[in-house]
Structures are given as C-alpha cells and as structure tokens.
Antibody, heavy 124, light 107 residues
Framework: EVQLVESGGGLVQPGGSLRLSCAAS????????MDWVRQAPGKGLEWVSR??????????DYAASVKGRFTISRDDSKNSLYLQMNSLKTEDTAVYYC???????????????WGQGTMVTVSS | EIVLTQSPGTLSLSPGERATLSCGAS??????LAWYQQKPDQPPRLLIY???NRATGIPDRFSGSGSGTDFTLTISRLEPEDFAVYYC?????????FGGGTKVEVK
C-alpha cells in the first residue's frame, strides 16, 4: 500500500524557518517525481514545487510565490521528500501535502497519491 | 502562465441527478488535464487524468471530456458520497495550475 506521511509542520513567526518531511513507503520512491502542494484554510489547492527523479537529473521547479525562499529536496536512500521553508510569511499558512506523480508519459503525470498533510501556521 | 477557471462555483443537486462541472483554460492546452475530488479534512483524490482516463478504483459514473480550452467532468448519477469539492489541474506546464474548485452540495 502506498503511504505518504508528512511531518514537521507547526507554528512559526514571520521571517522564521521550518523543514517539512514526507516519508514514503509501499512503492519505488526513486522512480517517481514528487511534489508539494498547499492549501490555505478554506481555500483551493496551490502547487508549490516539484523535484524530478534521478533519470531526469532531479530537475526542480517552484511556484513564483515561493521561489528563492523554499527549497525542495529528496533522499532516495531514505525514501523521503523535504521542503525547507525560509523567510516565511503569513500568507504561507496552509496545509502542506506531498504528492506522488504518476509514472508514465507526460500526458499521464497527474498526482495519483497524496499524504494527509501537515499544517504550517505563520503568525506572530 | 495558464489560468484554469472552474464553473459553477457551487452546484446544488439531489442524489441521483447528473452533475456537469466545467474547467476552462486561458489558452489551448494539451491533454494533460486531471480532476480531483476533495472531502472535508481529507487530501484530494485523483479521479481523472489525461482528460478522460479514470484513475484506479474510480467508478464509471465519473467521466471526463474536452479539448483545447474547455473541459468537463460529468458525474452521471450522484451518490451520497459524491458531494464534495472538485478541482481540475493542468500538470504538463510550469507552473502547474489548479482551478479554483466547484463545490457539489446537496440541494
């Protein structure tokens, strides 16, 4: 069974930092692109970042809203995905989900598994 | 940057009725469009990918269609568990885009 378990959320002051983790199990983690998606309270889904697999040179993308402040990384030996969040703003308050990208051609690369999410609250 | 616009914002229907949800793209896009269902306090669940392919375990009352800039998710007969928020997503472009969501509520 595929499992994605996020951790590391919490309350942080504006300007602070937080590191999120996503522990994966039940599949070959190293084969998949992995993403972070967030959802502010009562709002819709917002894509945050993607890291591709080794075969695609671990290429990384960020949403404009987090570029320069957030860093995505992965450790295939630990089946883990990370999101280092620096210079946090109140508008970063959200549930952060890690999501697995479906294998196959680009036309199929939707998010086929999601974690339960971890809440990040940025407030003074 | 491609923007996805979902309509209507809320759809009020009764169990057994047909639901038609729309997703419009700000420019013509490829077939890399997905639909997700989200219930309160749960993560999203993949329903449809590649415009019209049902994900594993998704019942056949859910279907997707469309091309170019206009895409549709149809639920042929609403079951009680189908009342939720639905999001479309474009995943082959950077930045990846989600629509704002359509809430399907009980009339």
């Amino acid at each position: 069974e595929v499992q994605l378990v996020e951790s590391g959320g919490g309350l942080v002051q504006p300007g602070g930092s937080l590191r999120l983790s996503c522990a994966a199990s039940g599949f070959t983690f190293s084969d998949h692109y992995m993403d972070w998606v967030r959802q502010a309270p009562g709002k819709g889904l917002e894509w945050v970042s993607r890291i591709r697999n080794k075969a695609n040179d671990y290429f990384i993308d960020y949403a404009a809203s987090v570029k320069g402040r957030f860093t995505i990384s992965r450790d295939d030996s630990k089946n883990s995905l990370y999101l280092q969040m620096n210079s946090l703003k109140t508008e970063d308050t959200a549930v952060y989900y890690c999501a697995r990208v479906k294998l196959g051609p680009m036309a199929n690369k939707a998010f086929d598994n999601w974690g339960q999410g971890t809440m990040v609250t940025v407030s003074s | 940057e491609i923007v996805l616009t979902q309509s209507p914002g809320t759809l009020s229907l009764s169990p057994g009725e047909r639901a038609t949800l729309s997703c419009g793209a700000s420019q013509s896009v490829s077939s890399s469009l997905a639909w997700y269902q989200q219930k309160p306090d749960q993560p999203p669940r993949l329903l449809i990918y590649g415009v019209s392919n049902r994900a594993t375990g998704i019942p056949d009352r859910f279907s997707g269609s469309g091309s170019g800039t206009d895409f549709t998710l149809t639920i042929s007969r609403l079951e009680p568990e189908d009342f939720a928020v639905y999001y479309c997503q474009l995943y082959a472009y950077s930045p990846l885009a989600f629509g704002g969501g359509t809430k399907v509520e009980v009339k």
